[in-house]
């Protein structure tokens, strides 16, 4: 099973949970039923699980050829190496076990979703279709990341459909541009930017690859100020009333684990340093969820 859940990176999952349960949470101002709660972390943990197993099966001939090359070595540190790193790739499980994982988790989180709202489950399988169309760009185009982007933010969005079928159009436009700036400076970057020997190998289009390092941390830059910022507008737009502590305290999070590691980066340009800053900036969603989660019970 250990195998299975390292082609779900669950531990990274976990983290990534918090993310609907935030934007869900900070727009109702208040605990749905428990109905929502039970059903809404069931499908958000087999949505997560179904699709970070995705990633890798569809990937996993890349995965092998940068294994081959000797990829993936020195992340003892990294966040997605705490487990076995591709295990399909790497053939501790065949492509039909992974596709299996895959399909299960998927079902259940389509189903789950569905009950939530129709709409829910239209996000899921956007989300997924998205998924697909990422991995294969691999050797297409940089802009790849956008579609990353917009991946990560799916959950979020479904989560407040499901508790809330008619929110606020600037509440959900301020938490997708919040949660994308977040995934591309924060995640999908720093991610390409551990990888980037690998990639440079099989001539993948990731922006530190297709742009001068220095230009890729002047993108992960003006992300991750454009994602703080957009906190901050999305805590004062949200239903909820959140005095102006609650609103600094979201702001010093995203300065803590985003901005600090980030200029740590700009200025060393070491891989260790993007390593980290991918890291910490998988515990923002989770701080924010508990920053609100202190405001709901108050």
Same mark, same amino acid.
């Given at each position: 099973?250990?195998?299975?859940?390292?082609?779900?990176?669950? +531990?990274?999952?976990?983290?990534?949970?918090?993310?609907?349960?935030?934007?869900?949470?900070?727009?109702?101002?208040?605990?749905?039923?428990?109905?929502?709660?039970?059903?809404?972390?069931?499908?958000?943990?087999?949505?997560?699980?179904?699709?970070?197993?995705?990633?890798?099966? /569809?990937?996993?001939?890349?995965?092998?050829?940068?294994?081959?090359?000797?990829?993936?070595?020195?992340?003892?540190?990294?966040?997605?190496? /705490?487990?076995?790193?591709?295990?399909?790739?790497?053939?501790?499980?065949?492509?039909?076990?992974?596709?299996?994982?895959?399909?299960?988790?998927?079902?259940?989180?389509?189903?789950?979703?569905?009950?939530?709202? +129709?709409?829910?489950?239209?996000?899921?399988?956007?989300? /997924?279709?998205?998924?697909?169309?990422?991995?294969?760009?691999?050797? =297409?185009?940089?802009?790849?990341?956008?579609?990353?982007?917009?991946?990560?933010?799916?959950?979020?969005?479904?989560?407040?459909?499901?508790?809330?079928?008619?929110?606020? +159009?600037?509440?959900?436009?301020?938490?997708?541009?919040?949660?994308?700036?977040?995934?591309?400076?924060?995640?999908?970057?720093?991610?390409?930017?551990?990888?980037?020997?690998?990639?440079?190998?099989?001539?993948?289009?990731?922006?530190?690859?297709?742009?001068?390092?220095?230009?890729?941390?002047?993108?992960?830059?003006?992300?991750?100020?454009?994602?703080?910022?957009?906190?901050?507008?999305?805590?004062? =737009?949200?239903?909820?009333?959140?005095?102006?502590?609650?609103?600094?305290?979201?702001?010093?999070?995203?300065?803590?684990?985003?901005?600090?590691?980030?200029?740590?980066?700009?200025?060393?340009?070491?891989?260790?340093?993007?390593?980290?800053?991918?890291?910490?900036?998988?515990?923002?969603?989770?701080?924010?969820?508990?920053?609100?989660?202190?405001?709901?019970?108050?």
């Amino acid at each position: 099973m250990k195998l299975f859940w390292a082609l779900s990176r669950t +531990p990274h999952g976990l983290l990534d949970m918090a993310t609907p349960v935030f934007a869900a949470l900070l727009w109702l101002a208040e605990l749905p039923s428990l109905y929502i709660i039970l059903m809404g972390l069931l499908t958000t943990f087999s949505g997560y699980t179904a699709v970070y197993a995705l990633n890798d099966v /569809v990937d996993h001939r890349v995965d092998a050829t940068k294994l081959k090359s000797g990829g993936f070595r020195n992340a003892g540190n990294y966040l997605d190496a /705490v487990m076995v790193r591709h295990p399909v790739a790497q053939g501790f499980l065949t492509l039909r076990e992974g596709v299996a994982w895959t399909l299960s988790w998927g079902t259940v989180a389509c189903v789950g979703a569905y009950l939530l709202n +129709p709409l829910c489950a239209a996000i899921f399988l956007g989300a /997924v279709a998205l998924e697909a169309v990422y991995c294969l760009m691999w050797r =297409v185009s940089h802009l790849r990341a956008i579609v990353s982007g917009a991946v990560k933010t799916s959950g979020a969005m479904a989560a407040v459909f499901a508790v809330d079928p008619n929110p606020s +159009p600037l509440f959900m436009l301020t938490l997708f541009l919040c949660l994308f700036f977040w995934e591309i400076g924060g995640q999908n970057i720093p991610a390409d930017w551990t990888d980037i020997e690998e990639d440079r190998q099989v001539e993948a289009k990731t922006i530190p690859v297709c742009f001068e390092l220095r230009q890729a941390n002047r993108i992960i830059l003006v992300s991750i100020v454009a994602a703080i910022v957009l906190s901050g507008v999305l805590f004062m =737009v949200s239903r909820a009333r959140f005095e102006i502590p609650y609103i600094f305290t979201a702001l010093f999070a995203g300065c803590y684990l985003l901005l600090g590691p980030a200029l740590k980066l700009f200025k060393s340009e070491r891989r260790r340093d993007a390593m980290t800053l991918f890291n910490r900036a998988s515990y923002y969603p989770a701080v924010l969820f508990l920053i609100v989660a202190i405001k709901s019970v108050l």
